[in-house]
């Protein structure tokens, strides 16, 4: 190790700045690294409950030839492209966890507007089936905004998607 007493301010704090530069780099890679395996965890329990929804979906729709077979090819269409959508979110892709998120979204906002209607049709039955309404649509939104909290909002399963994204590159 050299002697740094006679030497100026700048070369005697330049490789500690360096060093601290490092440091903060290792700490900043090691939190992504972190925030991304976190986010692996809350991806895998989501993509398997939603592929476990998808697969019972599709069991219960295979016996259903009763609107025709036009219908049940379009249905066994949409429901292997949500499957797909779900495999794909499992595997890191952010298309997927944002197509996913949007699906989510729609589902959301398709129960908001049955909400409305329902509302109108249980008035004439009085206050406890109105309250009832209400509360089965706020339970069902609530158990919505759980996967769209994670797939769209959270931070660690941004960072895993980020990460296999780089990977790739």
């Known amino acids: 190790m050299e002697d740094k ?3 100026g301010y ?3 704090y330049s490789q500690t700045e360096e060093e601290n530069d490092d440091k903060a780099t290792a700490l900043a890679d090691y939190e992504q690294r972190e925030l991304a395996r976190k986010g692996k965890i809350k991806v895998m329990v989501i993509g398997i409950l939603y592929l476990i929804f998808c697969g019972i979906n599709i069991l219960k729709a295979i016996p259903d030839l009763s609107e025709g077979l036009s219908y049940f090819i379009g249905e066994m269409a949409a429901l292997v492209l949500f499957t797909a959508i779900g495999v794909m979110f499992i595997m890191g892709k952010n298309g997927a966890r944002i197509a996913l998120g949007v699906i989510f979204c729609i589902s959301a906002a398709i129960s908001l507007l049955i909400l409305v209607p329902s509302l109108i049709s249980t008035a ?11 509360l089965s649509s706020l ?10 909290w994670f797939t769209l909002l959270d931070k660690s399963v941004k960072a895993y998607c980020k990460s296999k994204q780089k990977n790739k590159n």
């Open 139 to 148: 339970i069902s939104l609530a158990l919505i905004g759980v996967p769209i």
């Open 124 to 134: 004439a039955y009085g206050s406890m089936a109105v309250l009832f309404g209400v």
């Open 10 to 12: 700048s070369a005697l």
């Open 5 to 7: 007493t006679d030497m």
